[in-house]
């Protein structure tokens, strides 16, 4: 790749210094070429997006060959953060498809991985063009291996209407109805839930609704997997419209972004000029609308504005929001002129600006120009780009087809953001401080690690562990403990008991390659102790002798925070932890693994959260009263607790960050501050009332916090139920 040297040229002269021209940057830029063009007068367009938890990348290739229209579309994958590619799989010759002699324009548009399902959501059109007016339908689909293989595409409905059918693609009960444009983004919201907004929708309140070449309207959809039936359920949410005397072509390419109060916010693209000569009285700007119930409803579209109060000029173009994990700032990305555009022009320059999410407005004083118009050069476009944060380097990724820098075709152009904030803070690389529960399933397992195997230490694995699987793991790095135990003191109760025990840990270690043995015995009874306390000796001098180590998993109960917190006629009253002893725990083992979860379990008669953080932390501080430091791994769930408040107290563990519900279903959420957890209320279809406690990422933050107060490793059960949004909030405490 060639390293191109940027240097920022102004674009006009102004009454007023341009807050490109004045600010302080708030980072800075690279830009490189990342993939030619191979045919004259076509562009190299790239599609990036991760599609799993970790470092999983798909990148989409084509060549425009015409307005809008890719062809030789394919495909590639990358578990390592682009380090490494596969080979390309062809996805479709061309965008343009033949339907009874009528072209069909059809292909996918954004993707979202989602964490509480595992997969990735897309969003994919289809679209007609008839009489110079665009017909523009959305559908959904959904993908199990990272875009690999899709389900049948749904479409987003919002009032009746027929489907498509293939041998009559003009019905007008088809064409005329749930009409919208994809918009440029897919939300997941902190609580699980999913927000699409479409965009040329059809506008009620618009007497030529069916005569203009683009619709005025747009509809939010609201979206949520529902693990029962294996699915997502989709409903219409807000709706709203404009004037073609404020955007000639509709509201345009929607941006949706949750902000820190949990009201959405919608910026749309407008513009100045429609193909059907229609010319607005508004110069040109971007539109935005503000929800405060969750997408139920939408204000109505206000033009956006600097947080002074003042307007900006913007051309017709595409433009993102991203928040940074690291930053926790929400930032815009899209075109700001130095002139009143017409239409879609200029197309420059190209700026990043922070948000005032109290505002719901781009800061002035955060204007940084990415990229703009050179002197000398042509007319150029620095739109239509692919945006991501590298989940490694936190670095934000632009991939953008430079339109006019090449004079017989556009490159595929790769802009590397470094935000200032995060460059000042200097960052370490992460620690390896994870050691998680892992269930093994398949040879696919030492995949679901890769991602994350820098901050991987160790990892307990529960199921049989190939010996493959295990060398796997040492190649990246992570040592193998055995897990292993029971709820049968019997196995360890004599010496000779004890001597077979430990002879199988030794032989199962040396099959399979293991580093050691976890041992997870639970609920035992207090006479236990002392063949117990013996079985972690002998365990402990065994394996060392055969460079091993010794692991145990304990439990919350031994902390003082517990002691007589049940009442009397609780069935885990008496049970005190009495058959250990933490001293012998703490001398004997190389690691302890504190399993702070459960704090109300399934059998017990209470209802409450998995975990807290003081609950957590108490707990914590009496295992550093007897276990050094360095061998302590702070457990953490990545399950929640749903109860179903009937006589007979019904309990799941959802491995979800929110409750899995349909559409419908009215949930109300609270954040509880003292416990750092999310409570969620709601009435399932039997009329039974629910209340969840959710492990998600503000609840594993604060958690995290414990242990960076303590200064203790973490660890979770399990590894591969914990949300993909979460990682990055792993990630940043790792780096701490």
Request: glycine share 8%.
């Amino acid at each position: 790749m060639t390293l191109l040297t940027l240097t920022l040229a102004c674009s006009s002269v102004a009454a007023e210094p341009l807050p490109w021209q004045v600010n302080t940057p708030i980072c800075t830029v690279q830009k490189d070429l990342y993939e030619p063009h191979t045919h004259t007068r076509e562009a190299e367009l790239v599609q990036v997006l991760y599609v799993g938890p970790g470092l999983e990348r798909r990148e989409v290739h084509a060549r425009e060959v015409s307005n809008d229209v890719g062809g030789n579309i394919r495909a590639r994958w990358s578990a390592d953060n682009g380090r490494t590619w596969s080979e390309y799989t062809a996805i479709q010759t061309s965008n343009n498809l033949d339907y009874k002699g009528v072209t069909v324009w059809e292909g996918e548009c954004v993707n979202a991985f989602d964490p509480a399902s595992g997969r990735l959501v897309q969003a994919w059109l289809r679209q007609i063009v008839q009489g110079g007016l665009y017909h523009c339908f959305t559908y959904w689909r959904v993908s199990a291996d990272q875009g690999r293989t899709w389900t049948e595409p749904v479409q987003f409905r919002y009032e009746d209407g027929d489907p498509f059918d293939p041998n009559e693609p003009l019905k007008p009960t088809f064409l005329n109805r749930n009409e919208g444009y994809p918009g440029s983004n897919l939300l997941v919201r902190a609580d699980g839930s999913l927000v699409y907004c479409l965009a040329h929708a059809n506008a009620p309140g618009d007497p030529r609704n069916d005569q203009r070449p683009w619709r005025m309207g747009s509809v939010l959809f609201l979206g949520r997997w529902h693990a029962a039936k294996q699915t997502y359920e989709w409903r219409p949410g807000g709706r709203t419209e404009i004037s073609p005397e404020w955007s000639a072509r509709g509201l345009m390419e929607p941006e949706v972004a949750e902000l820190r109060d949990g009201r959405l916010l919608v910026v749309w693209r407008a513009s100045t000029h429609g193909w059907d000569g229609t010319v607005a009285k508004l110069p040109g700007r971007k539109f935005f609308s503000l929800s405060a119930d969750g997408g139920q409803t939408l204000s109505p579209p206000a033009e956006w504005q600097y947080d002074d109060g003042t307007p900006f000029y913007s051309p017709s173009s595409y433009h993102r929001m991203l928040r940074h994990s690291l930053t926790g700032k929400l930032y815009w990305i899209g075109n700001i002129s130095a002139v009143p555009p017409v239409g879609n022009s200029p197309r420059y320059p190209l700026v990043i600006a922070e948000v005032d999410e109290a505002k719901a407005a781009l800061k002035k004083a955060t204007v940084t120009a990415i990229d703009d118009r050179q002197l000398g050069q042509p007319e150029i476009e620095l739109s239509n780009f692919a945006l991501l944060e590298n989940r490694e380097t936190h670095q934000l990724e632009l991939y953008l087809a430079g339109y006019g820098q090449n004079p017989d075709g556009a490159d595929c152009l790769r802009y590397v953001l470094t935000l200032t904030a995060v460059a000042d803070a200097k960052l370490p690389p992460p620690r390896r401080c994870l050691s998680p529960w892992v269930v093994y399933q398949d040879v696919h397992t030492i995949d679901s690690l890769k991602p994350n195997a820098d901050l991987l230490s160790s990892i307990s694995v529960a199921g049989g562990t190939p010996k493959a699987f295990v060398d796997g793991c040492h190649a990246l790095g992570i040592q193998v403990y055995g897990l292993v135990g029971g709820h049968d003191g019997a196995a360890f109760e004599t010496p000779e008991a004890r001597t077979k025990l430990i002879g199988e840990y030794l032989a199962r270690c040396r099959a399979e390659g293991l580093d050691g043995i976890d041992l997870d015995f639970e609920s035992l009874d207090a006479k236990c102790r002392d063949a117990y306390s013996a079985l972690l000796r002998e365990a402990a001098k065994a394996l060392r002798a055969d460079g091993r180590k010794l692991s145990m998993c304990v439990s919350y109960v031994m902390c003082t925070w517990r002691s007589n917190a049940a009442p009397a006629a609780d069935p885990e009253a008496g049970i005190d932890g009495g058959w250990y002893d933490a001293a012998v725990v703490g001398k004997a083992c190389d690691l302890v693994r504190v399993m702070c979860y459960d704090m109300i379990s399934p059998s017990s008669t209470a209802v409450g959260p998995v975990s807290t953080r003081p609950w957590a932390r108490d707990a914590m501080r009496y295992w550093l009263s007897h276990v050094p430091k360095a061998k302590l791994v702070m457990g953490l769930p990545a399950y929640s607790r749903d109860y179903a408040l009937t006589g007979k107290r019904e309990i799941a563990s959802p491995y979800a960050p929110a409750p899995e519900v349909a559409a419908a279903t009215a949930v109300q959420r609270l954040w509880l501050p003292y416990e750092c957890v999310h409570q969620y209320r709601y009435t399932d279809a039997a009329g039974a009332e629910h209340l969840f406690y959710a492990s998600d990422t503000q609840s594993t933050e604060a958690l995290l916090g414990v242990a960076r107060e303590l200064g203790v490793a973490v660890g979770f059960w399990h590894y591969a139920s914990v949300p993909g949004q979460t990682w990055a909030a792993v990630r940043r405490w790792a780096r701490q």
